[in-house]
């Protein structure tokens, strides 16, 4: 190799590692931020208790996420509001933490430092820097790492879905839109029809009757949605594995069945405003269920959990189980019944779906008091801005129109 080329060669070597250093740099400040303005919280719960506020102050959080909103022009402001909110659930956990503490009073007693001359501004402060490094972390393309994540705020002891919540939601704020634009909407309005990918296979967001009609909400939310402009529906049947792949063949413009939103289908696709928060749980028989009510306890080599394939129940218990036996069975409608028939012990799922098969099966029961993951669910949408921004003012304004809580209701769920 010419002298020429060795130069090249380590001025390669010695740039990659400084933009390594540059984003792990980014995430840890950024996760430093975070834990240092949780770590405040035993303080602000001590000055409410000593002066009998309350822990919560839905006014209050309401204005702060508009301000803090309106200042990130540059980031989803969807995610953005999601992240700062879960924030808040997270620093409220923290001082309910305090207040439910048996030493509670001795805290009081205790040096306790001024909420709006000394604690406000210091979060305020902290929340603005905050802003600046997810700023930095999305022009850096970051992306989040769990691991590192888990390690800085283990230490806080919030609930599962919470911490996962926070994540997820960091995911898709440092998510960048899809490059490619389809005209979908333009196609849609000239022909005025509308394809709409369905897997028929998740209750109560899409299945198949016994007469073979489409039934759920999903179904019914996609119905009033063409209903309102005027559009007629091509249904498209897609699956699990294949959802992504026929979203990006153009298989269809959109697509409802209870798909969460993720950053990996963020990367390709969009996503409209969520309609329905959940997460991940764990449902059984319940003749065994003392024996399995904790992750741990289900975890074991002899306990066998099924799962249907390529969405998002197959990748968290790829993530979460490393000695439980695991089989995928490639039909979501007849799954329920390996368990009912004893043929597994175990499935894990969203909670809405869990509930509502124990409600229709006695025997089944979920396993875990609390859901493990934070998932919103949203209709997916080919990358066109246009289409997105039109099925977002619908959305919204059927969900404050209450129209979306009726229709959960005659499925015998709630929205979240």
């Known amino acids: 190799m010419s002298r020429f080329g060795y130069t090249i060669a380590i001025l390669v070597c010695l740039t990659l590692p400084m933009a390594g250093r540059t984003d792990i740099d980014t995430e ?14 035993p303080e602000v719960a001590k000055y409410k208790l000593l002066h009998d506020l309350p822990i919560e102050d839905l006014a209050r959080e309401a204005t702060v996420l508009e301000r803090t909103v309106t200042r990130i022009q540059t980031l989803n402001p969807t995610y953005t509001k999601l992240f700062f909110s879960l924030q808040m659930n997270a620093a409220k956990e923290l001082q309910d933490q305090v207040s439910g503490s048996p030493t509670k009073q001795a805290l009081v007693t205790s040096e306790v430092r001024s909420l709006n001359e000394d604690l406000r501004p210091k979060l305020t402060a902290l929340g603005d820097q905050i802003i600046e490094q997810l700023r930095l972390a999305y022009d850096l393309e970051l992306t989040p790492n769990r691991t590192l994540f888990d390690k800085q705020f283990a230490r806080f002891k919030l609930a599962p879905q919470l911490t996962d919540g926070l994540f997820n939601s960091l995911q898709l704020v440092l998510t960048k839109p899809p490059e490619s634009r389809r005209d979908t909407l333009a196609r849609i309005q000239s022909g005025k029809t509308l394809r709409v990918g369905v897997t028929l296979d998740y209750a109560p967001f899409s299945y198949q009757s016994k007469t073979g009609e489409f039934v759920g909400i999903d179904i019914e939310l996609a119905k009033a949605l063409a209903a309102d402009f005027g559009y007629d529906i091509a249904w498209v ?12 063949n153009d298989r269809f413009d959109i697509a409802l069945s209870g798909i969460s939103i993720t950053a990996a289908r963020q990367n390709h696709m969009m996503f409209s405003v969520p309609y329905h928060t959940g997460g991940k749980t764990a449902i059984g028989r319940c003749e065994p269920k003392a024996k399995l009510t904790s992750l741990a ?15 998002t129940n197959e990748a968290f218990i790829r993530q979460i189980l490393s000695k439980a036996s695991i089989t995928i069975h490639p039909d979501n409608r007849t799954i329920f019944q390996e368990l009912l028939n004893e043929a597994s012990d175990v499935m894990f799922t969203d909670s809405i779906e869990a509930h509502l098969q ?5 025997s089944l029961c979920v396993l875990l ?4 993951t934070f998932q919103q669910k949203g209709i997916l949408l080919q990358p066109d801005p246009e289409l997105k921004k039109l099925i977002d003012d619908w959305l919204l304004e059927y969900i404050a129109s209450k129209d979306l809580k009726s229709l959960f209701e005659r499925h015998s769920v709630v929205p979240n």
């Open 237 to 248: 049947k897609t699956s699990w594995p294949t959802l992504m792949a026929d979203a990006q």
């Open 358 to 362: 124990a409600k229709k099966h006695p």
């Open 369 to 372: 008091d609390q859901p493990l």
């Open 28 to 41: 840890r400040t950024l996760y430093q931020l975070m834990s240092e303005r949780m770590s405040l919280m």
């Open 297 to 311: 306890m289900i975890d074991r080599s002899e306990v066998r959990v099924i799962v249907n394939p390529g969405g």
